[in-house]
Every structure is written in structure tokens, then in C-alpha cells.
């Protein structure tokens, strides 16, 4: 006979009722009514039991439920709730972010296969979650199998607050333990290896790792700035960071001024100061093409081995997992915070110059001065002079 019942924080009655089978089932009935829902409980039941086809089924739903409530039934395919979520997420996340999620819901699309993207939201279990998770851990660290699973557990969030779905799937997923290896974080540059980087760069790229080497900013944050940014009368650079939307004014290193000094005016207040990187991520929305730019400069400096995406004779191709890089370009954010605390400046005064991510931490350090952060930007040492630490990620000796 079938039931209803209501599960915690959800919005809609739950419809219970048994199969031809004789197992039980449970499906969103979506409607606050009791009335309503027993009617669509009792419609589910039938159905079930008569062994309609899909098709059958959903035109039978659809009835009952305009009948009911004057409107079709709440439903939605795998393919088209993913479609207008990621719309959503366009509008609501930066693009990068938005990025990240378009990546992970392609890769979970062709995980699917064209017959189950096209199913019903409804019937996608844990298994299909925890099947993604382990099939994209051969081919990614065990952090970002997790990450994707975050993501798509969010949306499938957005489908239960619709009343597409009773429980959220994904959510039941257990992370996978993350490694040692894994878990060790990208360690500072030394100063040795900063000098080698910079001998082997480009102009614009020589001032885009000065930027990161003396402000600690992210690599889109940098090649988005425009001159309007950089403020060479009060010897200070502004950005508006993508991942928090935060202002940070840094003040401007001498080393990094005096490169800035050497560009070539712009009339334009709205040019960007590294037009070519500049223009490569506007119109692909991402760093991914300029972090392997980099990637290659540290290759022709001798700091990195070529990557290759034939198969070697392991039999290793695009399917491995790659093995992590130590040093990539935020790796100069790092760099700079382990500059700062060298020269002696305090966690606040470098957490504020950085523009740490933590609310909280953000929160304690609002009151830092302009002065303050100036006296802590003029102790930085200049890389480039032959007479600065052997190390960027060693700590001074207190006496």
C-alpha cells in the first residue's frame, strides 16, 4: 500500500510504495500537499506494478500530476539539470571556477556514457558517484578526485532543493585518503633557481614572476592587470583577486618597480600590463596555457623534465596519473611569504600583503597600516643582487 513520509530539512512529501517486485520504493513526490502527494504515491504504485515501459511511465506521472496541481510532473534529465546548473554557476562563481566545474561535469559525462546522461536525474545512485571518484583517481591525485565530487555533490544539491531527487547521492561518497606525497605542498623557490627562471624569460614574463615573487598574488590575478593597477607615483600595485573578490594593495617592491619603469608607457590607463598574457586568458577564460608556459621556462632553465604525452615504455600515456610537479607558479606565493617572514615582518604584516583566503585570518589583519606593509616590502631582499640569502625558503637565524 503505498505511503508517505517526510525526510528531514526536504521541502516535498516523500511518496513509499512497492513495485511488481514486491521491493519497496521512494520518490520525490514533488508537492507540499498531502493530499496531492498520496494521489501521485498511489499513481507511482500503479504504474510500477502494471510494467510500463519508461516512456509510459512518465506520460502517466505527467497526468496525474497536472490533474492534481495543474502542471506536469518535476522532473529532469541527468544531461539538462547539469546544463542549467552550470548556467547558474556562470553567474554565481568566477570564471575560472566556473571552468573548473564545466571540466568536471564533462568528465563525468563521458564517464556516464550518452545512454545514462540522458536518463533521468532521479536513478543516478552512489555507485555512479563512487565509480567517478575511483575512475578519475588513475588519472589524478586523490585531492582532486575528491574535489570533483564536492562539485558534483553541490549540484546535486540544486536537483533535491528542486524536488528532482529525494537524497543527494554524492553526498554519501567517502573521500579517498590523500597520500603522503600527495599531501606535501609545493615548497618556496630558492633564490638560486628564481635567478636561472628569470635568465631564461621573456620580458613580460620576467615581470609577471616579479609580480609573483613580490606581491604573491595568482597568475590570472597578474596578467589581468591593467596600467590603471599599477601606481608608480605612490609606489603601489592594486588587484581585485578572482578567487575572493578582495582588494589588495601591495606596495611596490624596488626590484619590481624599477621593471616596470623599464616598459613601455601606455597612453591607455584600461591596457594591460602584460598584453600577450592578457589577451590569452580573456579569450580562453583560464591560466591553464600560461601555467605551462611557465612550466617550459623552468624546463629551459634546467629546473623541470620535458613532458611528453607519448606513451613510454611503461606503457604510460594520458590515462596515468602524472607525477606531481614540486615548483609551479603558485609556488611563487610561497616564495614571497617565506621572503617576507625572513626579513623578520610579522605573520599579520605578510598574511595582509599576500591577501590570505581565510575569513578569519582576513578579519584579524584589516587594520594593518600602509605603513607598516611599506617597511615590510623595502626589507624584501632584491633576487637579482649577488649579495641576498642562498634560499628563499629558509629561515632567518634569530639571535
Given at each position: 500500500?503505498?505511503s508517505?513520509?517526510?525526510k528531514?530539512?526536504?521541502?516535498f512529501?516523500i511518496?513509499?510504495?512497492?513495485?511488481h517486485h514486491g521491493?519497496?520504493?521512494?520518490?520525490?513526490?514533488?508537492?507540499?500537499d498531502?493530499?496531492?502527494?498520496?494521489?501521485i504515491a498511489?499513481?507511482y504504485?500503479?504504474?510500477y506494478?502494471?510494467?510500463?515501459t519508461?516512456?509510459?511511465?512518465?506520460r502517466?506521472?505527467?497526468d496525474?500530476c497536472?490533474q492534481?496541481n495543474?502542471?506536469?510532473?518535476?522532473?529532469?534529465t541527468?544531461?539538462d539539470f547539469?546544463a542549467?546548473?552550470l548556467v547558474?554557476k556562470v553567474?554565481?562563481?568566477?570564471e575560472?571556477?566556473?571552468g573548473?566545474?564545466r571540466?568536471?561535469?564533462?568528465?563525468?559525462?563521458?564517464?556516464?556514457?550518452p545512454e545514462?546522461?540522458?536518463?533521468?536525474i532521479?536513478?543516478?545512485?552512489?555507485?555512479?558517484?563512487?565509480g567517478?571518484r575511483?575512475h578519475l583517481?588513475k588519472?589524478v591525485t586523490a585531492?582532486?578526485?575528491?574535489l570533483?565530487i564536492?562539485i558534483?555533490?553541490?549540484?546535486?544539491?540544486?536537483?533535491?532543493?528542486?524536488?528532482?531527487?529525494i537524497?543527494?547521492?554524492?553526498?554519501?561518497v567517502?573521500?579517498?585518503?590523500?597520500?603522503?606525497d600527495?599531501?606535501?605542498q609545493?615548497?618556496?623557490?630558492?633564490l638560486?633557481?628564481l635567478?636561472?627562471?628569470?635568465a631564461?624569460a621573456?620580458?613580460?614574463w620576467?615581470?609577471?614572476?616579479?609580480?609573483g615573487i613580490y606581491?604573491?598574488?595568482?597568475l590570472g590575478?597578474?596578467?589581468?592587470?591593467t596600467?590603471?593597477n599599477?601606481?608608480l607615483?605612490?609606489d603601489?600595485?592594486r588587484?581585485?583577486t578572482?578567487k575572493?573578490?578582495r582588494?589588495?594593495?601591495?606596495?611596490?617592491?624596488?626590484?619590481?618597480a624599477?621593471h616596470f619603469l623599464?616598459?613601455?608607457?601606455?597612453?591607455?590607463?584600461a591596457?594591460p600590463?602584460?598584453?600577450?598574457?592578457?589577451a590569452m586568458?580573456?579569450?580562453?577564460?583560464?591560466?591553464?596555457?600560461?601555467?605551462?608556459?611557465?612550466?617550459?621556462i623552468?624546463?629551459?632553465a634546467g629546473?623541470?623534465?620535458?613532458?611528453t604525452?607519448?606513451?613510454?615504455?611503461?606503457?604510460?600515456g594520458r590515462?596515468?596519473?602524472?607525477?606531481?610537479?614540486e615548483?609551479?607558479?603558485?609556488?611563487?606565493?610561497?616564495?614571497?611569504t617565506?621572503l617576507?617572514?625572513?626579513?623578520?615582518v610579522?605573520?599579520?604584516?605578510?598574511?595582509?600583503i599576500?591577501?590570505h583566503?581565510s575569513r578569519?585570518i582576513?578579519?584579524?589583519y584589516?587594520h594593518?597600516d600602509?605603513?607598516?606593509?611599506?617597511r615590510?616590502m623595502?626589507?624584501?631582499?632584491?633576487?637579482m643582487a649577488p649579495?641576498?640569502g642562498k634560499?628563499?625558503?629558509k629561515r632567518?637565524?634569530?639571535t
Amino acid at each position: 500500500m503505498a505511503s508517505l513520509r517526510r525526510k528531514p530539512n526536504s521541502r516535498f512529501w516523500i511518496a513509499c510504495f512497492t513495485d511488481h517486485h514486491g521491493a519497496q520504493r521512494q520518490r520525490s513526490s514533488g508537492t507540499l500537499d498531502r493530499s496531492s502527494a498520496m494521489k501521485i504515491a498511489l499513481a507511482y504504485e500503479d504504474t510500477y506494478r502494471a510494467k510500463m515501459t519508461e516512456e509510459q511511465v512518465r506520460r502517466v506521472m505527467n497526468d496525474t500530476c497536472e490533474q492534481i496541481n495543474g502542471r506536469r510532473f518535476v522532473t529532469s534529465t541527468v544531461s539538462d539539470f547539469f546544463a542549467r546548473w552550470l548556467v547558474r554557476k556562470v553567474g554565481e562563481t568566477s570564471e575560472n571556477t566556473a571552468g573548473r566545474y564545466r571540466e568536471f561535469v564533462r568528465r563525468f559525462e563521458v564517464f556516464l556514457g550518452p545512454e545514462r546522461w540522458a536518463q533521468e536525474i532521479c536513478r543516478l545512485g552512489v555507485s555512479d558517484f563512487a565509480g567517478f571518484r575511483d575512475h578519475l583517481a588513475k588519472a589524478v591525485t586523490a585531492g582532486t578526485a575528491n574535489l570533483s565530487i564536492k562539485i558534483l555533490s553541490a549540484a546535486m544539491k540544486s536537483a533535491w532543493r528542486e524536488g528532482l531527487i529525494i537524497e543527494n547521492p554524492a553526498a554519501k561518497v567517502e573521500a579517498l585518503k590523500i597520500t603522503r606525497d600527495e599531501a606535501r605542498q609545493r615548497r618556496p623557490f630558492t633564490l638560486p633557481e628564481l635567478r636561472r627562471i628569470l635568465a631564461h624569460a621573456s620580458v613580460e614574463w620576467k615581470g609577471i614572476i616579479l609580480c609573483g615573487i613580490y606581491t604573491g598574488q595568482r597568475l590570472g590575478d597578474i596578467v589581468r592587470l591593467t596600467w590603471r593597477n599599477v601606481d608608480l607615483a605612490q609606489d603601489e600595485i592594486r588587484f581585485v583577486t578572482q578567487k575572493t573578490g578582495r582588494t589588495v594593495i601591495v606596495p611596490l617592491a624596488k626590484p619590481l618597480a624599477n621593471h616596470f619603469l623599464g616598459l613601455p608607457s601606455a597612453d591607455d590607463a584600461a591596457a594591460p600590463v602584460f598584453p600577450d598574457s592578457f589577451a590569452m586568458v580573456t579569450r580562453e577564460g583560464r591560466v591553464n596555457n600560461l601555467s605551462n608556459q611557465f612550466y617550459q621556462i623552468q624546463v629551459n632553465a634546467g629546473l623541470a623534465t620535458k613532458k611528453t604525452h607519448k606513451k613510454a615504455e611503461h606503457g604510460q600515456g594520458r590515462a596515468v596519473k602524472r607525477q606531481q610537479n614540486e615548483l609551479v607558479f603558485h609556488s611563487l606565493r610561497h616564495t614571497a611569504t617565506s621572503l617576507l617572514k625572513n626579513a623578520g615582518v610579522s605573520e599579520a604584516v605578510a598574511m595582509d600583503i599576500i591577501g590570505h583566503d581565510s575569513r578569519a585570518i582576513s578579519q584579524n589583519y584589516t587594520h594593518v597600516d600602509e605603513d607598516a606593509k611599506r617597511r615590510a616590502m623595502a626589507l624584501v631582499p632584491d633576487i637579482m643582487a649577488p649579495s641576498a640569502g642562498k634560499t628563499a625558503g629558509k629561515r632567518r637565524r634569530k639571535t
